[in-house]
């Protein structure tokens, strides 16, 4: 079973500090992906990686970075945190297969609070 | 613009009835998948249809798929309290092999 693993599954932070959100999947899969999901808005693209050291800005990337090192570990790093980053941030796994049926394997979450 | 809407926003029923929720969107797609979250968890992918399938069972669960529509329902039959959650429909993105987009999602509620 593909397993998705996230470093924090709740997080306080003060406004203004920089705050590393870390993903880790075992099944060698080429694709990562952040999203954040607020009540309303269902789930919202932050970045994506396709491969080590690669990303691409998703729907709203603003005041988010990303890092890839390793195949295996998606880093989601807010900057200068701020109040209105509080949400449910979940990180997902795919792989890079053919005929586009691509599912996406999701870690259990990390509800990031800003004060 | 969200490429699934899934209706309804939310649905409560007893345990044992059948649930039905729909997902429309708005461009082409090669497949729908949905997608089930329990509360404060992440996602779980439930099942998978192509734009070629028009009916997929997996266990209790039924999925149909219109293209001419643009829709698709989810149905999941003799349902249970741990039934209990939100639904996601996803499909792939136009131009993007990697990206889904999520709809925002129909919350069941089954009571005991």
């Known amino acids: 079973d593909v397993k998705v693993t996230q470093s924090s599954r709740y997080l306080v932070k003060r406004t203004g500090e920089k705050v590393f959100l870390e993903c880790v999947q075992d099944m060698d899969h080429e694709n990562m992906f952040w999203y954040r999901q607020d009540p309303g808005l269902g789930l919202r693209l932050i970045y994506f990686?396709?491969?080590?050291?690669?990303?691409e800005k998703g729907d709203i990337p603003e005041g988010y970075s990303v890092s890839r090192e390793k195949k295996e570990r998606f880093s989601l790093i807010l900057e200068s945190a701020s109040t209105n980053q509080t949400s449910m941030y979940l990180c997902a796994s795919s792989l890079l297969g053919r005929g586009l049926e691509e599912t996406q394997y999701f870690g259990p979450g990390t509800r990031l609070l800003v004060l | 613009s969200q490429q699934g809407e899934e209706d309804p926003q939310a649905l409560s029923i007893q345990e044992g009835e059948n649930a039905t929720m729909n997902c429309s969107y708005k461009t082409s797609i090669n497949n729908l998948q949905w997608y089930r979250q329990n509360s404060g968890r992440g996602l779980v992918h439930l099942i998978l249809i192509r734009s070629n399938e028009r009916e997929k069972h997996s266990g209790r669960l039924r999925v149909t798929l219109d293209t001419s529509k643009k829709s698709s329902s989810l149905l999941i039959t003799a349902s249970r309290a741990a039934d209990t959650a939100s639904y996601f429909c996803a499909t792939v993105r136009s131009g993007s092999a990697r990206q889904l987009t999520f709809g925002s999602g129909t919350q069941l509620t089954v009571l005991p």
């Open positions: 990686s396709y491969d080590v050291k690669m990303k």
